[in-house]
């Protein structure tokens, strides 16, 4: 199909979940290769090839380009459009946030979730320091989303931008990471709106 973008995506992954939500708000044609790094997709010399850091999400533009990391790719798609603001201090803002989830809440969201949950071999490496450790610092970074969302229905400005996709990814699953999402009524409220935004689809969804 003409300007069809390519998304090598694995299914449970709250990184390459971004790209599939936006893509599909902005209604953009996708294929989808579910590349998933539990059967050693990634690491195969074809896909190293295209992207020798060997993740997804990776994404081929229709001119055959190549673009990964799952917040440039929503940066990228998002230009023009409303999920990107316009104003200087706002786009500022967004990559703030983006900044803060891959440094602060991704580390600690994430990767509890990934080892309870969405790599079973994980599992038996999990000790109580681990946890401890995860609740602390994925609970104070739920902490900082949650100042913000007392008060506002948005991360930035007034509207739902990216900085909403990059963060709601992870924090919808958290639960799966041993988080207890209650303690943030800001953030539920959140979810729940970003839910119910129209051509909103869920983390199983496949196009």
């Not at 050693?40 to 992207?51: D, S, V």
């Not at 020798?52 to 190549?66: E, I, Q, T």
């Not at 990228?76 to 104003?87: I, R, V």
Request: with cysteine.
């Amino acid at each position: 199909m003409a300007n069809e973008y390519t998304l090598y995506s694995m299914q449970e992954s709250g990184n390459c979940y971004k790209p599939r939500l936006l893509l599909h708000l902005l209604g953009l044609p996708l294929r989808l290769i579910e590349t998933d790094p539990r059967d050693g997709a990634t690491k195969r010399p074809e896909f190293r090839a295209i992207n020798p850091n060997g993740r997804v999400p990776l994404l081929v533009l229709a001119d055959g380009r190549l673009l990964s990391e799952s917040n440039a790719i929503l940066l990228y798609l998002a230009e023009g459009t409303k999920y990107l603001p316009a104003d200087r201090y706002e786009r500022a803002q967004v990559h703030q946030w983006l900044f803060f989830e891959q440094y602060e809440h991704e580390p600690q969201i994430a990767v509890a979730r990934s080892y309870l949950h969405t790599y079973p071999d994980r599992k038996a490496k999990v000790t109580p320091e681990l946890i401890a450790g995860w609740q602390q610092k994925g609970g104070r970074a739920l902490s900082v989303i949650e100042s913000r969302l007392a008060g506002h229905d948005w991360l930035v400005g007034s509207g739902y931008t990216v900085a909403d996709i990059a963060l709601y990814a992870y924090t919808h699953v958290a639960h799966e990471g041993g988080y207890d999402l209650a303690q943030y009524p800001g953030i539920g409220r959140w979810l729940a709106r970003i839910a119910a935004t129209p051509r909103h689809v869920p983390l199983e969804w496949r196009p």
